[in-house]
């Protein structure tokens, strides 16, 4: 009874861990999308350009006024659908409509709002900056969507693994897969927020700031570990912890219930009071 009991317990800690992971990828996937407690912290990355002209040059505090009646923003905040954009002293102001494969395209939207209708020639090594960040921000946006519909068959299916290890098997492919693509999706997004912050800071002639958004990292990473922690569950129960047959047969070796002390009858007797009678003599 001990391997049943072990599969038992590993199902059900591999379907908890599922449970806890879909409600973080959810945040994850709709963090950012409106201007909602949570949701408006919930982001990748934040850009502060509200004092983008440094004090250093001359007549900054004005510059930077005209550039904020020109329509530069103070912040943008970016998420997995969209991004956000408001002022330090009002919060947000407006958040784009969340769009399919979106990515985050920091010259465009500072070049519309600021120099509208202005075409900016920007050098190739930017326009290959710009090509790999769109082309992360689509897989990551693909794979943190897959990922969350894969966990969500996962819990459902959890429980058939109490009967077979070929369900093991299956849901042990389908977890790794899971896990794959929501750790791939958890490394680009760390990889594109710390690349933005480090690029962008480290300009000179500009005073922008970049905050990593710590709530979204830690949703992503817990749903992607979470999924991980299964996956090596699943994939466990493959090879060890037999799984509960059915029909509640008993060991050959095991003793009857009703006790091994019974030896089965090879003969029929007679009952002793009838042997005896017959044994008597006929005066007696």
Not at 125 to 132: G, H, Y
Not at 146 to 165: C, D, E, F, K
Request: aromatic content about 10%; hydrophobic content about 50%; proline content about 6%.
């Amino acid at each position: 009874m001990a391997a049943p009991k072990a599969r038992r317990n590993t199902t059900i800690i591999a379907a908890l861990l599922y449970l806890i992971s879909i409600p973080f990828l959810i945040l994850t996937l709709i963090g950012n999308t409106h201007d909602r407690p949570v949701l408006r912290d919930t982001y990748f990355f934040k850009l502060d350009v509200a004092q983008i002209i440094p004090i250093a040059v001359a007549n900054s505090g004005l510059l930077n006024s005209v550039a904020r009646s020109l329509g530069l923003h103070d912040f943008y905040q970016v998420g997995v659908w969209n991004f956000c954009e408001g002022y330090n002293d009002v919060g947000i102001t407006y958040c784009s409509p969340p769009r399919t494969f979106y990515w985050f395209n920091p010259v465009q939207i500072l070049v519309s709002e600021l120099l509208a209708g202005a075409k900016i020639a920007l050098p190739s090594e930017v326009l290959t900056i710009l090509r790999l960040l769109e082309i992360g921000s689509k897989v990551m946006y693909a794979f943190f969507m897959a990922g969350t519909v894969i966990n969500l068959v996962l819990l459902l299916g959890t429980p058939l693994v109490m009967r077979t290890r070929w369900f093991s098997l299956f849901l042990s492919l389908l977890g790794g897969l899971s896990g794959l693509v929501l750790t791939v999706a958890a490394i680009i997004a760390t990889v594109i927020s710390v690349a933005a912050k480090i690029a962008l800071t480290a300009q000179d002639q500009l005073n922008i700031k970049a905050n990593i958004g710590v709530k979204m990292f830690a949703f992503m990473w817990i749903g992607a570990l979470a999924t991980d922690f299964a996956f090596l569950l699943h994939a466990a129960m493959g090879c060890c912890c037999k799984p509960v047959r059915g029909g509640g047969g008993k060991s050959p070796n095991e003793p009857s219930p009703e006790g091994s002390a019974k030896k089965p009858m090879t003969h029929l007797e007679l009952p002793s009071f009838i042997r005896r009678r017959k044994g008597a003599s006929p005066a007696s």
